[in-house]
């Protein structure tokens, strides 16, 4: 069995068995990792490359990482200094890549859909790295493989997703994700920043962020971003942090042995108090291991035997 | 020339009867009807047998392009996909560049069409100069040159003290104003409707008050003002009401609604196809359901296509980078009989009423009607056949259509203007000398 699709877009569509395929295909990987040599020949005469529309340190560095764990030959382009800074359409640079032969493209953009319209274009797997507010399936990968890990189950677990909804890939992708292996998702967030009908996904709005806290298995904080404030959707930073800030006080409301969970990078004392993003609950710097044994993962289904559509090697 | 068009079901929206007879045409004008009728010299022959004979169908919201879009389309191009889809006159807008603000513009699109159109064109001149929204155009001039009405189509008139005055100074002039009612504030940066599926695909939204705070706006200045406003591409059940409501305390009101917004839903955005981004944004199932209720009861008078031809290239890029817009004037009759007549909304007068005289009597332009004397405009619509829409067949340069594969039933035989036949089984007939 494999992933029934060329590329990786999102998690909406990607049905439970998928997505348990990708979480135990990721276990034997986080060995490889934590291998003193770190290379195994799976992906050997093949080539990733990395397209980042957006700066990203750790996204990048993870799927880069990833693919040269796994013996692939890894490009990374980066927006501002190629021909994309001069003009070209996504999609000729997309045609471009797929001619010189790429087996895998991983894709950064700020826009809602660009990884879908990559797909289409190419003939090259395409996974997706977030499109705009759209989806960020890996980013939910890694924490579902980071949740299951810590709590042996991902079935029946309570998540609540606090912050900036309404512009967030992450929560978007983590709704699917936990909702469809049957976890229970809250979210809370300032009004202005709840994204309009978001409830029909199966996801509970809760009024407070201490609703959505109460009994909580896992606390997934999200980065707010000073530029929304900016464009005028919440008063302020100072104002959040007193609301929705994930301190202390707030978390002894979730279980006693609840995940924190942050995607990163953090704003300390503002989304997330210091002592709560380095305290024993927290799981963030697993969160960035774990990233890059589902990367290692996807990377084999698609292009490394592992898939439906490959022979193996 | 002579051209008898015989055994068609003639439609005659202002008797409201439907009526097996043959119309002849002479010199340009209807001269003539009655059964079995035939001419002693020379002519054409059209047999409508089995078809609609019906007023040359009206698309009172069409992008021509021109001048200054010409990749997208012209007035050549334009007017051919309008005679293809059925259509012998067009209403173009103004927001070409340069914006239609002066009579010297209104000039060059009446004579390139003159020139070269296979419909008729009639120009909708801007408000403000330059649709910047600041200062009137010169309305009594775009007037005197033949514009039929004023708006500042896709660059609406934020400024309500402008608008008021823009009113007072149309209803001087006897010609509507016609409204694209969008708050740019509510709607800023949205490329799609605000709800569900814009959450899911992560886009931003635009919500349904965006267009009816002005729908409401335009009813209270029309009502403090007097002027005739007609509410183009009417796309939210909340916008149906407040017309409805209008209507019946007796406000100059009247409302368009496009093919698009009667068919097609946000769920038509997933996958991202961009011929799906238009403005306002396709809308829920309750809207479409609302717009169809007010087509039915009258509340809309007009169906009007919004033809909004772009380029491959404008349009073949990321879903928030890609203009607003689709082509809509070689689909309509399709649509139309697929999604209302057959669907039992509308009647077949009904539905035909709101393409011919329904537009004419908001324009006040003397069309719309078959009635003896006037210029020979007809349509013959074939009800029954069933088709599949091919973009690449389309006569607009704009391919950028949501409705590419669909099949319809009901496509447009023949168009006459001006007592000359336009358009045949599909082909255009060439003009061009």
Redo the contacts between chains.
């Keep these: 069995m494999g992933l029934s699709g060329k590329d990786v877009v999102g998690l ?1 569509h990607v049905p439970a068995e998928e997505i348990k395929l990708v979480l135990d295909t990721a276990k034997p990987m986080k060995e490889i990792i934590q291998r003193q040599i770190k290379k195994v020949p799976i992906l050997r005469g093949r080539t990733v490359v990395t397209v980042f529309y957006e700066a990203s340190t750790r996204t990048r560095t993870s799927f880069e990482l990833a693919a040269k764990y796994l013996s692939a030959d890894t490009v990374g382009i980066a927006a501002a200094t190629s021909s994309v800074s001069k003009g070209e ?3 000729d640079t997309a045609r471009t890549i797929d001619a010189m032969g790429a087996d895998l493209v991983v894709l950064r ?1 700020p ?4 990884a ?2 990559l797909g289409r274009t190419i003939n090259a797997a395409v996974i997706n790295a977030g ?5 960020h399936p890996t980013q939910a990968l890694l924490d579902l493989y980071t949740v299951k890990e810590k709590k042996g189950r991902l079935k029946g677990l309570k998540v609540a997703i606090i912050g900036d909804i ?1 512009h967030s ?1 992450v929560a ?1 992708s983590n709704i699917w994700g936990f909702t469809r292996m049957g976890a229970e998702v809250r979210l809370a967030g300032p009004a202005t920043l709840m ?4 409830e ?2 199966g996801a509970e709005v809760c009024r407070s962020p201490e609703e959505a806290l109460e009994g909580a298995d896992v606390v997934m904080v999200l980065r707010i971003q000073l530029e929304r404030q900016q464009e005028g959707l919440f008063p302020g930073l100072r104002e959040y942090a007193r609301l929705f800030g994930i301190n202390r006080e707030r978390l002894t409301l979730a279980a006693r042995d609840a995940l924190v969970m942050h995607p990163g990078p953090m704003n300390r004392g503002i989304e997330i108090a210091p002592d709560v993003a380095d305290g024993l609950q927290s799981v963030v710097n697993e969160q960035v291991t774990n990233g890059v044994a589902v990367r290692m993962a996807l990377l084999y289904l698609l292009i490394g035997g592992g898939g439906s559509s490959e022979a193996a090697n | 020339m002579k051209l008898l068009i015989k055994g068609g079901t003639v439609l005659d929206p202002v008797a409201g009867e439907m009526v097996e007879k043959d119309i002849l045409v002479a010199g340009g004008k209807i001269a003539g009807e009655g059964s079995n009728l035939c001419f002693g010299d020379a002519g054409i022959v059209l047999d409508a047998s089995g078809k609609l004979v019906v007023p040359g169908l009206i698309d009172m919201h069409v992008h021509l392009r021109e001048p200054g879009y010409e990749a997208k389309e012209t007035i050549l191009t334009g007017t051919r996909a309008a005679a293809r889809g059925g259509f012998s006159s067009v209403v173009c807008m103004p927001n070409t560049s340069p914006v239609v603000d002066t009579a010297a513009l209104i000039s060059y699109i009446l004579n390139t069409a003159r020139e070269q159109g296979a419909a008729h064109v009639f120009p909708v001149g801007s408000i403000t100069r330059g649709s910047r929204g600041k200062e009137l155009a010169e309305m009594g001039d775009l007037k005197k040159a033949g514009a039929v009405a004023f708006s500042d189509d896709g660059m609406p008139v934020a400024n309500a003290g402008l608008m008021r005055r823009a009113m007072q100074y149309a209803r001087m002039l006897d010609l509507p104003i016609i409204s694209h009612c969008e708050d740019r504030e509510l709607s800023s940066g949205g490329s799609m409707h605000e709800g569900y599926m814009s959450t899911v695909l992560g886009l931003k939204g635009i919500p349904a008050s965006a267009e009816e705070v002005m729908v409401a706006r335009e009813i209270l200045l029309a009502g403090e003002t007097g002027c005739r406003v007609h509410i183009a591409h009417v796309s939210t059940a909340g916008s149906v009401r407040l017309v409805r409501e209008a209507k019946s305390r007796g406000i100059p009101v009247t409302a368009e609604v496009t093919p698009h917004h009667f068919t097609l839903t946000d769920e038509a955005v997933a996958g991202y196809n961009t011929s799906t981004k238009v403005n306002p944004p396709l809308r829920t199932a309750s809207d479409v359901a609302a717009v169809k209720e007010g087509l039915a009861d009258g509340t809309i008078d007009v169906i009007a296509t919004d033809h909004a031809p772009h380029t491959v290239e404008e349009k073949d890029v990321e879903y928030d980078r890609a203009p607003f817009g689709l082509v809509g004037l070689e689909t309509a009759v399709g649509l139309v009989w697929t999604e209302l007549v057959d669907a039992g909304v509308l009647t077949p007068l009904q539905a035909i009423a709101k393409m011919t005289l329904n537009p004419a009597r908001v324009l006040n332009i003397s069309r719309g009607t078959l009635n003896p004397g006037v210029d020979a405009d007809l349509t013959i619509i074939d009800p029954n056949l069933t088709w599949t829409v091919d973009a690449n067949l389309f006569e607009s340069r704009g391919k950028n259509t949501p409705f590419h594969g669909m099949k319809l039933k009901g496509q447009a035989y023949a168009t006459v203007a001006g007592g000359r036949v336009r358009m045949l089984g599909g082909a255009v007939k060439d003009l061009l000398r």
């Excluded at chain 1, 826009?111 to 660009?114: F, T």
């Excluded at chain 1, 499109?131 to 989806?135: I, K, L, N, S, Y």
């Design positions: 909406r359409s996504l999609k953009h826009m809602a859909g660009a879908e319209l499109d705009g507010a759209h989806e309404l890939r978007r994204a309009p009908g978001i029909r996904t």
